[in-house]
């Protein structure tokens, strides 16, 4: 019987007893237990639920009998610590908490939520029932829990093991929305939520509570907290639990050996497979600039699971849930839409954006969150930016670089133009890649304001141009942007996918970028612009080394000079050369 791909599996049972994939991160657990209040922040599906429900079968005393089977086969099973299956693990999720407009029912709902979480761990202390105590609903969850520890202490019972996971959720939805009033109210010294936290303190210190560990994604909230809850160890930032979670490539390249085998799929497309893995999903750092990436876990299974469904490349590589979290930009940027587009822009097409890594903390003031030179922290918590070195940080990938490029043309309302259609129908007709181009130059770039060209370069064509042909030629191409090969890394290469007539075609793509400030200093226009000699033997040596991995492959080269916004100039390279003397204002 072959094994499910876990795509969105959070249950660390369900996982290893149904799934049977799981790459082992379990020596981390040894490594945790060096703090009392460890707190981890990571993106969004990053594996953070999981981590929790991990830490819950390990440490509770009622999976002592399947202790072997859910964890014989991990690091921590063959060398367990002595306080597995110990305590009574309290696994709060403050993400189920309902959210509301009033304080009051946000309070009632938090209430309701962490009392059902509380009235199971009571009924799991056999001891209390013969002292007739019982849990009372109608009191606030910080009032029984208070009571339940209070029992604990006098009664020499197991201590708890509390998880919070998504701790920030409702409060990260207020602050996104800009609703102060709630937010302070909920944050307040004497408000619930600090209410909770300072219990949770005292018990920690106590050791009634022996752990408890807490995960989100932003800093804020923690930040606020600060008063009532000062025990906390900042993990987020620490090398020592980098790779906690996300996938190394190492981890990536086991779970492919394990994956081909069991699902038999076609070697052949290992190598495809691969360089698109890494190109899309690999590419994160937190804590330090440079060594191992890590691949964002839940999105790499998202892929896998197509790839086995249905055995070929799969046609849409970004999850759609990851697409809402562009939204922080709308909520970040607020209702100045220049500043929207400057940071889009800076992102998208700099080499890097700026950051100030004494600011680069675990927590920060929530009001500074919204502060332009603030962004890049804002989104690197959100997974969005990731480290590039010491001074800069970048997009992680080219999944998170395509949200990005779908939000610039919504911004410049490039996203409705029905010609796309027709223009790609017409190229897989005839493959006329020179027509391809031109089209996109006419339908594309001739549409963009003029300002838009004082920050660009040659990756702002080099991405435009391949996220219009992912978006319609994706059924019958895979796509790969700056291939390593012993030449180099190309710009953009076509690959025609198999099952397909055009399995076999690879369109070779290299993109120089001329300014309008550099052609005019230059004293060049479109029509007098000639290609540049190692500009052409680069792509031959692209094509040739291309040929010489895949001698089989029917391989077509391009050079396309792209000369700010006044035109270009389209180069064939095939074993020929020729030149194609074409501009925007020739094809109009």
Not at 285 to 292: A, D, H, I, Q, W
Not at 358 to 374: A, G, I, N
Not at 468 to 491: K, M, N, Q, T, W
Request: charged share 25%; proline share 4%.
């Amino acid at each position: 019987m072959k094994k499910r791909i876990p795509y969105g599996v959070a249950n660390y049972k369900t996982l290893v007893t149904e799934y049977g994939y799981y790459i082992d991160k379990t020596e981390y657990i040894r490594l945790l237990e060096d703090y009392q209040s460890p707190v981890f922040l990571r993106p969004r599906r990053f594996g953070k639920s999981l981590l929790c429900q991990t830490l819950g079968y390990y440490y509770d005393h009622q999976y002592a009998d399947e202790f072997e089977s859910l964890f014989g086969h991990t690091a921590i099973g063959r060398n367990p610590t002595p306080s597995h299956n110990s305590y009574v693990v309290l696994p709060l999720n403050f993400s189920t908490v309902p959210i509301s407009k009033e304080i009051q029912q946000l309070e009632q709902n938090f209430n309701d939520i962490i009392n059902s979480r509380l009235m199971t761990a009571f009924e799991r202390y056999e001891a209390l029932e013969s002292r007739s105590f019982s849990f009372d609903p109608n009191r606030s969850c910080t009032s029984n829990l208070a009571h339940l520890l209070d029992r604990i202490s006098g009664h020499q019972l197991p201590s708890l093991y509390v998880t919070i996971d998504e701790y920030d959720n409702f409060a990260n939805q207020f602050i996104t929305a800009r609703n102060d009033p709630l937010y302070d109210a909920l944050t307040d010294d004497d408000g619930f939520l600090k209410s909770f936290f300072k219990l949770l303190k005292d018990a920690v210190t106590q050791r009634t509570v022996a752990h408890c560990f807490i995960t989100g994604v932003l800093p804020i909230t923690m930040d606020e907290l600060a008063s009532g809850y000062n025990i906390a160890d900042f993990l987020t930032l620490n090398p020592r639990f980098e790779e906690m979670l996300g996938f190394t490539q190492s981890e990536v390249d086991r779970l492919l050996d394990e994956i081909y085998s069991d699902h038999d799929l076609d070697p052949q497309t290992r190598p495809e497979v691969e360089t698109l893995l890494q190109t899309h999903y690999n590419g994160y750092r937190f804590s330090r600039n440079e060594g191992p990436k890590l691949y964002n876990s839940t999105i790499l299974f998202y892929f896998l699971r197509q790839l086995c469904e249905h055995r070929v490349i799969p046609e849409h590589l970004t999850d759609a849930n990851l697409k809402t979290d562009i939204k922080w930009i709308q909520r970040l940027t607020g209702s100045n839409p220049q500043l929207t587009k400057t940071f889009v822009d800076q992102v998208l097409w700099k080499k890097g954006i700026h950051y100030d890594r004494v600011q680069l903390t675990e927590k920060f003031d929530m009001h500074r969150f919204f502060e332009p030179e603030f962004f890049p922290l804002s989104f690197f918590y959100l997974g969005m930016l990731t480290r590039q070195d010491p001074f800069t940080m970048k997009l992680p990938n080219l999944n998170m670089r395509m949200i990005f490029t779908e939000y610039f043309n919504e911004i410049h309302h490039l996203n409705d133009t029905s010609g796309y259609a027709q223009m790609m129908i017409h190229f897989l007709e005839t493959q006329d890649f020179e027509q391809l181009f031109t089209d996109y130059w006419k339908l594309y770039i001739a549409l963009l304001p003029e300002a838009v060209f004082a920050s660009v370069n040659e990756n702002f064509y080099r991405t435009t141009f391949y996220d219009l042909c992912r978006r319609y030629l994706s059924e019958f191409y895979v796509f790969h942007i700056e291939r390593s090969s012993p030449a180099g890394r190309s710009d953009l290469e076509f690959v025609g996918k198999p099952q397909t007539k055009y399995a076999g075609q690879r369109i070779l793509v290299e993109f120089k970028y001329w300014s309008n400030a550099k052609l005019s200093q230059a004293g060049k226009t479109v029509e007098t612009f000639a290609p540049i000699e190692k500009d052409v033997e680069q792509v031959r040596g692209y094509e040739a080394a291309l040929q010489q991995e895949i001698p089989e492959a029917k391989i077509t080269s391009y050079l396309v000079y792209c000369l700010g916004n006044q035109g270009f100039r389209f180069v064939a390279l095939s074993g020929f050369f020729k030149l194609f003397n074409l501009s925007s204002a020739d094809s109009a």
